[in-house]
């Protein structure tokens, strides 16, 4: 794989590496899909179902950072199957849990294996693409993000999970089919030859390795940048994901309905990842579509607030979903693309974007319920996710090269 020769082969591994994006953010979404039934069973208060909602991003914090060195050191293979192994056993365990402390626990560690699933998967297009051509196959794995969000909005609350008989049986089954295509991706990689591991320098996890490495992705202004998008991105999407079925049931729709109203966040999302990236690629463009990608993100939000019920409110969620699609695959191609950067430190890259960036992923959802306790509308919260938008294009504009 060292010349990254682009053929079907390294699409397709791509394909097949994003289906665990699929299984993870099925199982990640499962929850908030189900958080007003599980508030009213279980009897949370707002700010206890938002620190469910945003207990996945949480755990990015203290460990992305960390993890993504140990991806660069460990290869993307054996990455994306010990995230599947974890988060799969973790949502079995979900589907037990009793009261809040234990749904607490085990959302959280679906987060700790969700991180090597993040920072394999651009590892993965780092080592079998180039630089200037990580825009497509990015997009291909967060389209297999997506899917799983569609599902598990879309199939898993109005369709599936009725027919298992609940929230515990879905949680349960779709911890096990999990485990089941880890077995699927290890027979993969066995028979494409992809490497498990990685070689050379970056294969060591020496105290002066590790720094070195955290020093030279600190230090970048660029990537900085990116981590602000980061922070923005991750604020808005997980706050809008994690919520925003029951703003709409709270609006007077049927619990089907805002699920399936919902995924046409999810569906924006997928069409802003397929056309965003490759249009700023083709382009040389990236900084503009940051920066656009914001600003719709953020008007997005606003006809959220002010829609309602109605159409409006369905065209905000559109452009949400295509703000938010265009800034996904960004802030994870463009670290490869960088100089000081590189192929070699892509994991830890893409680490630190989320390292941070999750402290508005878990905030997102956190303000909304917090704020919906004290003032007792979604409204606030929603302004929060909106604010967001324009930050992620201030960033965008103040970009010297992406």
């Given at each position: 794989?060292?010349?990254?020769t682009v053929t079907w082969r390294s699409y397709g591994l791509v394909v097949a590496g994003a289906l665990s994006y699929t299984c993870l953010l099925f199982v990640w979404f499962s929850l908030p899909a189900y958080l007003s039934t599980i508030i009213a069973e279980v009897g949370l208060s707002g700010t206890e179902a938002g620190l469910l909602a945003g207990a996945v991003p949480l755990t990015y914090i203290p460990l992305a950072l960390f993890s993504g060195l140990a991806v660069d050191r460990i290869g993307?293979?054996?990455?994306?199957?010990?995230g599947l192994i974890v988060f799969g056993l973790a949502q079995i365990a979900r589907s037990v849990a009793r009261g809040f402390p234990g749904l607490l626990a085990t959302t959280l560690l679906i987060g700790v294996g969700a991180t090597a699933i993040t920072f394999g998967l651009p590892k993965l297009v780092s080592v079998l693409f180039p630089p200037d051509r990580t825009g497509l196959p990015s997009s291909l794995y967060l389209v297999g993000s997506s899917a799983g969000t569609a599902a598990a909005f879309g199939l898993g609350r109005p369709i599936i999970g009725p027919a298992l008989g609940g929230w515990r049986p879905l949680f349960l089954w779709s911890g096990v089919v999990t485990l089941g295509y880890a077995a699927v991706w290890l027979?993969?990689?066995?028979?494409?030859g992809l490497p498990g591991g990685a070689t050379g320098d970056e294969s060591a996890f020496t105290p002066g390795s590790l720094g070195r490495d955290i020093r030279a992705v600190l230090g970048h202004r660029e990537l900085r940048l990116v981590v602000l998008v980061g922070v923005t991105y991750l604020l808005i999407i997980h706050g809008l994901q994690g919520w925003l079925p029951t703003v709409l049931e709270s609006r007077g729709l049927s619990a089907a309905r805002a699920g399936q109203t919902t995924t046409l966040l999810v569906g924006a999302n997928v069409v802003g990842i397929l056309v965003v990236p490759g249009l700023a690629d083709r382009f040389d463009a990236r900084r503009s579509a940051i920066a656009g990608s914001g600003l719709v993100a953020g008007l997005g939000v606003v006809g959220i607030i002010t829609g309602g019920a109605t159409p409006l409110a369905a065209a905000g969620i559109v452009a949400a979903g295509l703000?938010?699609?265009g800034l996904s695959p960004l802030v994870r191609a463009i670290p490869p693309s960088l100089d000081g950067i590189g192929e070699r430190l892509t994991g830890a890259a893409v680490g630190l974007v989320f390292a941070v960036g999750e402290v508005g992923g878990f905030l997102g959802p956190v303000v909304i319920g917090t704020l919906h306790d004290a003032t007792g509308s979604y409204v606030p919260g929603l302004a929060v996710l909106a604010g967001g938008g324009l930050v992620a294009m201030a960033a965008g504009v103040a970009m010297r090269a992406a």
């Open positions: 794989m060292s010349d990254r993307p293979a054996r990455s994306l199957a010990a027979a993969i990689i066995r028979l494409s703000g938010v699609g």
